[in-house]
C-alpha cells in the first residue's frame, strides 16, 4: 500500500485541524497532508500536483489578506480543467447553508460532494475517503503478456527490490512488487495480444490509480536495425494492423502514440550511463542474458504473432526507423494517454527477427533483462518525472 496523497483547501485552522485529524485517523497516518489557505494557494496545488483526495471549503480569500468570497464556479472550472485533478474525489464543506443550497447541483454535476459543516459532515468524508482507500494502492503497475515474462521478476537481485505474492484483485492477475518505498503490481494479461493489453491496462489504471504504468517482455526485430538481444525501449508506438484494403493494397492508418518526453530524456539518459547494460547481465538462474544493449527506437504493435520475412518486410515499409514489433506495447501507451494522468513506458528485450528463424532459445534471458532494466528504471521515472515523494501518482 502507498501513502495518500491529500490537499485541504481551508483558511480556518480550527476546521483544517478537524479534517486533517479524521483523515491522519481513517488512513492510520499513512497519508500526506498539504495545506492551501486561499485559493491562489489551491490553483497552483491543483494545476501542478496530483492527489488523492481534495477537501475544499468554498468561501476564502483569492489571496493572502484578501475578504472572503465564494469561489465554487472556479474551483469547479479549475478541477475539471487539470489534468492532475479531473478524476480526482473531491469533498466541499462549507459553514453557510444559503451557498450549500445554491451550489448543490451545480456539484452534483461535477462529481462533487457537497455537505454542510453544521451536518454530518465526517460521515461524508469518511465515504470519501472509503472511495479513495479502494482505489489508491499501488505507484506503480507492470503489465505482461506472458507468465514467462511476469516470472522474469524473480530474477531482480537490485537493493530494495521485493518479489512478493500472488493477488486477485478486481479480476485481474497480479503480483506484488516493492522497489525500496515504492509499492507495484506486476499483471499478467489473460491472453497475449493488443486488445487485451489495452483492456487490462485500462483496468488496472481505473483500480488502481497507479503513478505510472509500464510494460516489460520480450519482442520481435528487423535484423538490419537491432540484433538478437538488444533491449528496445519505444520512443514512439503505433498499431502496424490498423488501415484499409483497397485494390492497391494496405493503406495505413499510422496513429502513433509517442513517449513523452521528458521520460524519454531520462531513460535515455539511464541508458547512456550504462549501454551495454553491464551492471543487468548477471547469470541468476543459470539463464544467460543476451548481450546486444539498448537502443530507443520506434516499436510497432499487432494482434498477431509474425513469423514471417515477408510480412516483416511489409510492416517495416510503414516506418523507415522502425526497429521492434510486438503485439501489446500500442495498447498500453494508449491506454495510459486516454487516461490522461500517468506516466507510462515500455521496454522489451528482442529475442527474434520475426521471420521463420523465430524461436524461444533466447526468450526467458530476454525477458530477465527486460525485467531487471525496468526494475531499475521505474524509480528514477518516478523521481524525475512524477515527483520524488512516494505517493504521488
Same mark, same amino acid.
Not at 501513502?3 to 499513512?30: G, P
Not at 497519508?31 to 475544499?56: C, G, H, K, M, Q
Not at 516470472?151 to 485481474?172: C, D, I, K, M
Given at each position: 500500500?502507498?501513502?495518500?496523497?491529500?490537499?485541504?483547501?481551508?483558511?480556518?485552522?480550527?476546521?483544517?485541524?478537524?479534517?486533517?485529524?479524521?483523515?491522519?485517523?481513517?488512513?492510520?497516518?499513512?497519508?500526506?497532508?498539504?495545506?492551501?489557505?486561499?485559493?491562489?494557494?489551491?490553483?497552483?496545488?491543483?494545476?501542478?500536483?496530483?492527489?488523492?483526495?481534495?477537501?475544499? =471549503?468554498?468561501?476564502? @480569500? +483569492?489571496?493572502?489578506?484578501?475578504?472572503? %468570497?465564494?469561489?465554487?464556479?472556479?474551483?469547479?472550472?479549475? !478541477? #475539471?480543467?487539470?489534468?492532475?485533478?479531473?478524476?480526482?474525489?473531491?469533498?466541499?464543506?462549507?459553514?453557510?447553508?444559503?451557498?450549500?443550497?445554491?451550489?448543490?447541483?451545480?456539484?452534483?454535476?461535477?462529481?462533487?460532494?457537497?455537505?454542510?459543516?453544521?451536518?454530518?459532515?465526517?460521515?461524508?468524508?469518511?465515504?470519501?475517503?472509503?472511495?479513495?482507500?479502494?482505489?489508491?494502492?499501488?505507484?506503480?503497475?507492470?503489465?505482461?503478456?506472458?507468465?514467462?515474462?511476469?516470472?522474469?521478476?524473480?530474477?531482480?537481485?537490485?537493493?530494495?527490490?521485493?518479489?512478493?505474492?500472488?493477488?486477485?484483485?478486481?479480476?485481474?492477475?497480479?503480483?506484488?512488487?516493492?522497489?525500496?518505498?515504492?509499492?507495484?503490481?506486476?499483471?499478467?494479461?489473460?491472453?497475449?495480444?493488443?486488445?487485451?493489453?489495452?483492456?487490462?491496462?485500462?483496468?488496472?489504471? =481505473?483500480?488502481?490509480? @497507479? +503513478?505510472?504504468?509500464?510494460?516489460?517482455? %520480450?519482442?520481435?526485430?528487423?535484423?538490419?536495425?537491432?540484433? !538478437? #538481444?538488444?533491449?528496445?525501449?519505444?520512443?514512439?508506438?503505433?498499431?502496424?494492423?490498423?488501415?484499409?484494403?483497397?485494390?492497391?493494397?494496405?493503406?495505413?492508418?499510422?496513429?502513433?502514440?509517442?513517449?513523452?518526453?521528458?521520460?524519454?530524456?531520462?531513460?535515455?539518459?539511464?541508458?547512456?550511463?550504462?549501454?551495454?547494460?553491464?551492471?543487468?547481465?548477471?547469470?541468476?538462474?543459470?539463464?544467460?542474458?543476451?548481450?546486444?544493449?539498448?537502443?530507443?527506437?520506434?516499436?510497432?504493435?499487432?494482434?498477431?504473432?509474425?513469423?514471417?520475412?515477408?510480412?516483416?518486410?511489409?510492416?517495416?515499409?510503414?516506418?523507415?526507423?522502425?526497429?521492434?514489433?510486438?503485439?501489446?506495447?500500442?495498447?498500453?501507451?494508449?491506454?495510459?494517454?486516454?487516461?490522461?494522468?500517468?506516466?507510462?513506458?515500455?521496454?522489451?528485450?528482442?529475442?527474434?527477427?520475426? =521471420?521463420?528463424?523465430?524461436?524461444?532459445?533466447?526468450?526467458?534471458?530476454?525477458?530477465?533483462?527486460?525485467?531487471?532494466?525496468?526494475?531499475?528504471?521505474?524509480?528514477?521515472?518516478?523521481?524525475?518525472?512524477?515527483?520524488?515523494?512516494?505517493?504521488?501518482?
Amino acid at each position: 500500500m502507498r501513502k495518500v496523497n491529500v490537499l485541504i483547501v481551508e483558511d480556518e485552522t480550527e476546521k483544517f485541524e478537524q479534517f486533517s485529524a479524521a483523515i491522519s485517523t481513517f488512513f492510520e497516518r499513512d497519508a500526506t497532508i498539504e495545506r492551501a489557505e486561499t485559493f491562489a494557494e489551491a490553483t497552483r496545488a491543483i494545476v501542478s500536483t496530483p492527489y488523492d483526495l481534495i477537501v475544499t =471549503d468554498l468561501l476564502m @480569500p +483569492r489571496r493572502r489578506g484578501d475578504d472572503e %468570497i465564494d469561489v465554487s464556479e472556479e474551483l469547479i472550472d479549475h !478541477l #475539471g480543467a487539470s489534468e492532475a485533478n479531473r478524476l480526482t474525489t473531491v469533498v466541499a464543506i462549507s459553514r453557510f447553508e444559503e451557498v450549500v443550497s445554491q451550489r448543490q447541483t451545480m456539484f452534483a454535476r461535477a462529481g462533487i460532494f457537497l455537505v454542510r459543516y453544521a451536518d454530518d459532515w465526517r460521515t461524508c468524508l469518511n465515504i470519501c475517503m472509503q472511495k479513495v482507500s479502494f482505489r489508491t494502492v499501488y505507484d506503480f503497475v507492470i503489465v505482461c503478456a506472458l507468465e514467462l515474462e511476469r516470472s522474469a521478476f524473480e530474477a531482480v537481485s537490485q537493493p530494495g527490490f521485493e518479489y512478493g505474492g500472488l493477488v486477485n484483485s478486481h479480476g485481474l492477475d497480479g503480483r506484488e512488487l516493492r522497489i525500496s518505498e515504492l509499492s507495484g503490481l506486476c499483471v499478467l494479461q489473460p491472453r497475449m495480444g493488443l486488445v487485451d493489453a489495452s483492456i487490462t491496462a485500462a483496468r488496472a489504471l =481505473d483500480a488502481f490509480s @497507479p +503513478r505510472l504504468i509500464c510494460m516489460a517482455g %520480450i519482442c520481435g526485430g528487423f535484423s538490419d536495425q537491432v540484433p !538478437l #538481444g538488444t533491449l528496445l525501449v519505444p520512443e514512439i508506438t503505433w498499431e502496424h494492423q490498423a488501415g484499409k484494403w483497397n485494390a492497391d493494397g494496405f493503406d495505413i492508418r499510422g496513429f502513433q502514440e509517442p513517449l513523452n518526453n521528458d521520460i524519454q530524456t531520462t531513460l535515455n539518459q539511464l541508458i547512456l550511463r550504462d549501454k551495454e547494460l553491464a551492471a543487468l547481465k548477471s547469470k541468476s538462474h543459470e539463464v544467460q542474458v543476451p548481450q546486444g544493449g539498448a537502443k530507443m527506437k520506434p516499436v510497432t504493435s499487432g494482434s498477431a504473432v509474425i513469423a514471417s520475412e515477408g510480412y516483416a518486410k511489409e510492416i517495416k515499409r510503414q516506418h523507415g526507423q522502425v526497429s521492434g514489433v510486438d503485439m501489446e506495447v500500442y495498447g498500453v501507451h494508449r491506454a495510459a494517454a486516454l487516461h490522461g494522468r500517468v506516466l507510462c513506458f515500455a521496454a522489451k528485450t528482442v529475442v527474434d527477427h520475426a =521471420d521463420e528463424a523465430k524461436g524461444d532459445k533466447l526468450q526467458q534471458g530476454g525477458a530477465i533483462l527486460s525485467a531487471r532494466f525496468v526494475a531499475k528504471a521505474i524509480p528514477v521515472v518516478l523521481a524525475e518525472c512524477g515527483g520524488a515523494k512516494t505517493g504521488r501518482r
